[in-house]
């Protein structure tokens, strides 16, 4: 996981704070979470799920790991945001 937030690496903020899982199968494709998504990491897919919705998708960098998203959303479960742990100290 400590290679994957250092190969997140954003030129104008430095290293990803946080990381969004989203279960595409739980997701309603209501869009309440890209609302809430403040940096704007999260967007509806082009593609449908298995119960005919556009799923949320995570743009794969740039999460702050604030859990706006996480709490905007009405299904349990759908969302997962997790913290990422501090870059060792140079």
Known sequence: MA?????AMRPDKGPDKGMV???TSECKGCGLCVAACNIGVLSLAGWLNHQGYH?????GQGC?????CFYACPEPGAIRVYKLAAA???
């Open 3 to 7: 290679e994957q937030a250092q190969s």
């Open 21 to 23: 899982e989203i279960d």
């Open 64 to 68: 702050n790991g604030c859990g706006l």
């Open 55 to 59: 799923p949320a998708e995570y743009s």
């Open 88 to 90: 060792a100290a140079a």
